[in-house]
Structure formats: structure tokens, C-alpha cells
């Protein structure tokens, strides 16, 4: 019987090929050709060849590097802690009993469900100055007396392209963290009781510390797709004001795309792809030790 | 053992209420605009909080059930179809390619011992957790010299890969979960292994394997960025690009506007009200471990 078949490594290595010919194609090679593009002189369709460094050394005495840097600092910053904070909240509150529970926990998913650049067109209507719902919510509810544009000032725009991210990516986090909180056996609450911890004590001391396995990857997760953020940016702000939005995601596609030097582009888009490589790696030696 | 009482039960009940409204007035905003006629709305300090005038002539004319006037909206109304069209093609075609692959990978992964599977495994992972725009530069020359730009391919070959590596991260860890006793007794009824794994194992990972196949959905569906990019006319461009290409074209009412985001929308929602456990189980067990 075993003689017919086909051996296990021969099969294993027939059942992955297509997978592994597809990734090297879509991710092996193109880093590989990003970082040749990155040592390229190109403008447009014509490239000048070699230039070594050059595009990385311009990016960085353009500044043009360190602003996106900052602007990703945060923005990503803004995302992962409000979006830490806000899931918590929310997962604490839908993890107790109460009517229609099950109702607003299927309705959590939705925000996340509907594509980015939807939830991008959908807010960069509400939020316009004079004819928006946002705004004329605010003035309804007596916060807003004329008109006022989010986007024109460098702090609101930061404020609200994190605020609509955080509509439609805090559901994952609620998600987790339920699912975190869900794992905890009763019975730790129940001996908790019993010694006389108070609610915040129990938080404290209780689900935190069992969370903290769970938060932490979520963390790290986070923080990698925030350096991916671009549909919002792109829809909502443009990079605006001035360079307030232009994340890494934005900035190299503005390299690429808009002033069409790919070697420049490259060039960041590389170094996106070593930020991003790091916080990989501490995250597989973060889940190998945990396990 | 969670009661709460007093001010506590207070504070929950508002932020549960604060969550339920935050999440479900933008699609009534949407509702509202789609079904209201552009001068209770455009211009408007307070636009119309409650629908006036209803009509669902902007649905009519999105779908081309109605003719309409004016050329510039019959265009958009156009446009908007064939994107519809073209994010099914694009949406549908990953989904079932990044099932495939990902499927036979998950296998090999978790049941199989081959040479070079770690690095495969490393690989898969690693690329999940590229950004697309790193992937969009390169990958722009590398199209435009197979000369495969602005057509399906581009499109389908990057969401066929990034929802791969979603299915088989999940679903080696799904199969690692269910015990191989089954497949091991096929096998000594005379089953190949492969035979084990599409008639054995399969059929039994069904929940895992509806969860990923819809996550991969929702993804293509959604995707933008290489959407953006790698398409430059109406043969392949997907319904989020056409819809950010709406915005602030003044010639295109809020309403067909509205109405297309209403459409878009209408896919991913259901799919997340009806599948709703199996998309969560998906992305909590398998997309956390990793």
C-alpha cells in the first residue's frame, strides 16, 4: 500500500509549490527588485542607472524622510492607543450580560467588514465643512457655530483620519480582546470574590496581567498594519495639510506615483519594508517564547 | 458573575449605546442621501437628518433601470456598473485561487514533513505582513513589463497571494486542532494521503474553511491601493476606486453617490451579520496565534 504512493516530502513539497511560486513572485522578488530600483537614477520611463545611495541620501536631506517618520509616529501612535484603550472598553462592557448583547456584538463586525476606501468616502462626505453630517451634528448639538474644515488644520487632520480609522479597525481589537476575556475561567473571579477585591482591583490585578499575552500581540499587529496605512490618508487628506498625513505608506507612494521617481520610491519603500521587518521579528521571538 | 449595579450600570448601559450609535448612524447618513434629492442636502448647514421627498431614483439610475439626462451622470452611473462587475471578477477569482493554493499549503504545513518547510512557513508568514505599497512599486515595472497592466491579472495574482497566506496560516492552525485519527483510519483502509486530505480531512475543517473563504472575500472586495494603481481605465478598475473617483466631482449627486456606497457596502455587511461567528472564530484564533 505505502509502495504505490507518493512520498510524504515529495507530496508536501507538490502541495506547496503553488504557494511558494506565488509568494516568491509577489513578495521575494519584488523586495529584491525594490532595492535594485532604490539604487536607480529613474525618472518617469527613463532611468539614469546607478547612483548607489544617492535616492536614500536625498530622501533624508529633503527631510522629506524624517516628516514622513513623524507623521506615521503619529498617526500610529494615535491609532494603536486610542484603539487599545477604546477596544478595551468596549470588549469589558460587551463581555458583561445584558438584553440584546448578542444584537450589538454582531453589529461590531460591521465596521470592519466594509472596505477601508468605502469607509474613507463615506467620512470624507460627514466630515465636509459646510454640507457635512458631522458638522451638522456638531451644530445641532450646539459644539459648532459655522463652518469648520478638519482638514485645513495640522492637528485636526491628524485627530479625525485617526478617529475614522479607529471606526472601522477597533472592532478587530474588541474582537481579540473578547475573545481574550472569554478565556479567563470564572473560577478566578469567583476567588477574587471571595478575598474581597473590589471591581477595579479585579481589573487590575486579575484580567490585566491574564490579558497582557493577548494584548501584546495585538499590539505588535497593530503597530505592523499601521505602517500599511494608506486608503484613509489617500481619500480623506492627500498627505495634507502640507505634510501633517504623509505617512510612509503615502510618502512612498507620492514618490512613485505622483512625482514618478520610482528610484526615490524604492528607496522608501524599502526602508518601510525594514521598519516593518523588525517589528516582525520581535514578534516571532515575542510568540516563540510565549509558547 | 458580572452584575452591575448604581452608577455602574449607568456607565455601561451609555457606553453600550454610544457604540450602537456610533457604528449604525454613518449607514443611516448614507441611507439618508441616497434617498434624498441633492437641495435638501448639498449647500445645507443642517442637510436633512430624516429622508425627504424619498425617491429611489438613484438606485434606478446606478443600475441603469432609468435613463438619465444629463451625459456626465450617465457615465458615472456606467462606470459605476462595470466596476461593480470587475470587483465580482477580482473578488470572486482570488478568493477561489487563494482557497486553492492556501488549502494545499495548509496541508502540507500541518500534516506533512518535507524538506524546506520551515523556510515556507517563515515566507508565508512574512509576506502577510508586507505593506502593500512596498510590494505596489516594484511590482508596477514588474506588470508593466509582462504588459499585464489594467487588466484583471495584476489584480487577482496580488489578492490570490495576500489572501493565500491568510488561509494557510489559518487553516494550518485549524488542521493542527482537528486529530489526524480519521484521515490516519482512511489510510488504512487503503487511501492515498491526498485522498485522506480532500475526503477525510476537508469535509470536517468545513467551518475553518467557510471563515477563511470569506475573510479572503471581504478582502479582495475591499482592496484599493493596487486597484489604484495597477488600473487606468474602465476595463478593470474595482468599485472602491471608481467610488473615491466620485468623490468631489461636482457634477455627480450626493445621491448616486450615496446610492453606490449603499451598494458596496451591501455585500460585506450581510456577509458579517449572517457569518458573523465563523469570521470572528477565524480571525481571533487563527490570525492571532499566527
Redesign the interface.
Known sequence: ?QGR??G??????L??T???L??I???????G??LY?STQDIQGIMNHGFVGLENYREIIETGRLQSALIATLLFGGGVVIFQMVAAM??AL??????MGRNI???????????????V???????LSA????FN?TL??LGLLDGEMNWFLNRGTAILMVVLVDS?KFTS?FV??FL?GLQAIP?TF??AA?VDGAS?VQRFFYLTLPLMKP?IL??LI?RT?FV??A??LI??LTGGGPGDATRV??YY??QE??TFLR?GR??AV??I??LM??IV?VI??KL?GSSE | MNELSGWLKVLHRLVVAFVVIAILLPFYWIFVMSVTPQRYIAGQAIPAMIPVDVSFDAFARVLGLVEVEAAQAERAAMMFRRSMFNSVVVAGASTILALIFGLLAAYALARLDFPGKNASYVMILGSRLLAQITLAVPMFTIFEIMGILDTYLPLIIMNTSFCMAWVTLIMDNYFDMIDSEMEDAARVDGCTRFGAFWRVLLPMARPGIISVMLISFLFAWGEFLYALLFTSSMAARTMPVVLSMFLGQFAIEYRLLAAGLVMGVLPPVIIALLFQRFIVQGLTQGGLKG
Open positions: 500500500m504512493e507518493i510524504e516530502g515529495k507530496l508536501g513539497i502541495m506547496s503553488p504557494a511558494m506565488l509568494i513572485l509577489t513578495a521575494v522578488i519584488p523586495i527588485y525594490a530600483l472598553i468596549v462592557a460587551l463581555n458583561v450580560k445584558f450589538v456584538r454582531s453589529l461590531i463586525l460591521i465596521p470592519w467588514a466594509i472596505p477601508t476606501a468605502l474613507g468616502v463615506m467620512w470624507s462626505r460627514f459646510t454640507d457635512g453630517y451638522a451644530r445641532l471606526w478587530i474582537m481579540i475573545a470564572t473571579y469567583e470574590l471591581r493577548v500581540v495585538a499587529m505592523i505602517f500599511h494608506f486608503d489617500y481619500i510612509m505608506a512612498t507612494y512613485s506615483f520610482h520610491g524604492a519603500a524599502f518601510l519594508f516593518t521587518g516582525t514578534y516571532i510568540l
